[in-house]
Each structure stands twice: as structure tokens, then as C-alpha cells.
């Protein structure tokens, strides 16, 4: 299995932080790569795609990058309603798998 | 938009067969490759696996022995079946439907393995 490792695992940030979340895969996953955002006791929503491609209806604010098997995303100016927790996740090959979260909290 | 829900027993006894179906509206269940996503409380996502609508299915080796996965397309709803539970089955259980990404969840539905 290809494992995903996020950090931080909580990041302590401020309205208006630039916040940047590092996912990096074990091995070679292409551009295969998404981000979600979940609330609490909600369903996961799906932010980024393909690394770096924003799905519609997502603020302008979030974008996502790559380096090799190292992957970014990075709000550029948090809001209040991005208080959460994000996860990436690889779909270049089976079985699918998820970091382990990286929890966005109020500092 | 395609909107999932999930239905399905929020008990089950250990050594038991955990059964869920997710019901598929607001659009064909002859698109997309809907999966079955847990995640055990205060943790992370697993993926368990997915169905398209031929039947084709694709299973995390992890749970592979122990799952199956069926389509019903008359219905519009695909199910999950997990046996041999333990307490360590215990989670929110998603349904979802993507390709690759899951562009949609259900809501999730709390199932815990207990006596």
C-alpha cells in the first residue's frame, strides 16, 4: 500500500494566516492526489484534485502543489469557516488511501 | 446533484455480519464508481472498496476476506456487507461515489460492534 503522511497533525493558526499542510506518499503517485476538508460529525468535502486543480464552487483561497511525492495545500488567508480538519489521499493505485488528517485549529 | 444516504442497522454483536445500503438519487447509479469509506471515531479515512455499476469491484486487501459489495441498479442503491466483526470494526460508515476522487459522500452513519 502506498502510505500518506501528513503534517503537522494540528496546526494553531490566527484569521488571516497563510497555512500550508505537507502530505508526502511513500512512493511515486503522479499527480493523483486530492484534498478534503471535514467538519465536525460532517462528511469529508472534496477541495483539490489532481494536486493542484480546484474543484468548483471551492473559494480561490486554497490551492494545492507538488514536488516530486511531496504535496502542499496552502490557504492563503484563513477564514473562520475553515477551521477543520483536511486530508489528502492518492488514487493512483489500489488500495486508495488517506493521511491521517491535519487538524486546522484557532489559536 | 447526487445525493447519498445510508441506511442500515447502528448495532451489531461481534462475530455478527455488518450490513449497509446506500440509496443513489439525483442521478444514474450507471456512472461513477461508488465506494464504502469508514472511519473509526476520533480517527482517520479507510477506504473499504468500491462497485461500478457492471459489478466490478475493487477491495482494500486489508478488509478483502472479510467484504462484499453489491449493486442493485433498479434500485439505484449499492450495499455493503462486512463479516465477522469485532469491536475494532466500530465507525462512521460513508458511502460515496467518484472516480478516483470521492466528489460525493453520504452522511455517515454511526455503526458499533458491541455485545
Known amino acids: 500500500d502506498i502510505q500518506m503522511t501528513q503534517s503537522p497533525s494540528t496546526l494553531s493558526a490566527s484569521v488571516g494566516d497563510r497555512v500550508t499542510i505537507t502530505c508526502r506518499a511513500s512512493?511515486?503517485?503522479?499527480?493523483?492526489l486530492a484534498w478534503y476538508q471535514q467538519k465536525p460529525g460532517k462528511a469529508p468535502s472534496l477541495l483539490i484534485y489532481?494536486?493542484?486543480s480546484l474543484e468548483s464552487r471551492v473559494p480561490s483561497r486554497f490551492s494545492g502543489s507538488e514536488s516530486g511525492t511531496e504535496f502542499t495545500l496552502t490557504i492563503s488567508s484563513l477564514q473562520p469557516d475553515d477551521f477543520a480538519t483536511y486530508y489528502c489521499?492518492?488514487?493512483?493505485?489500489?488500495?486508495?488511501?488517506f493521511g491521517q488528517g491535519t487538524k486546522v485549529e484557532i489559536k | 446533484q447526487v445525493q447519498l444516504q445510508e441506511s442500515g442497522p447502528g448495532l451489531v454483536k461481534p462475530s455478527e455480519t455488518l450490513s449497509l445500503t446506500c440509496t443513489v438519487s439525483?442521478?444514474?447509479?450507471?456512472?461513477?464508481?461508488w465506494s464504502w469509506i469508514r472511519q473509526p471515531p476520533g480517527k482517520g479515512l479507510e477506504w473499504i472498496g468500491y462497485i461500478y455499476y457492471s459489478g466490478s469491484t475493487n477491495y482494500n486487501p486489508s478488509l478483502k476476506s472479510r467484504v462484499t459489495i453489491s449493486v442493485d441498479t433498479s434500485k439505484n442503491q449499492f450495499s455493503l456487507k462486512l463479516s465477522s466483526v469485532t469491536t475494532a470494526d466500530t465507525a462512521v460508515y460513508f458511502c460515496a461515489g467518484g472516480g478516483g476522487t470521492v466528489d460525493y459522500w453520504g452522511q455517515g452513519t454511526l455503526v458499533t460492534v458491541s455485545s
Open positions: 439525483g442521478g444514474s447509479i450507471s456512472s461513477y464508481y
Open positions: 489532481k494536486a493542484s
Open positions: 512512493q511515486s503517485i503522479s499527480s493523483w
Open positions: 489521499q492518492q488514487y493512483n493505485s489500489y488500495p486508495w488511501t
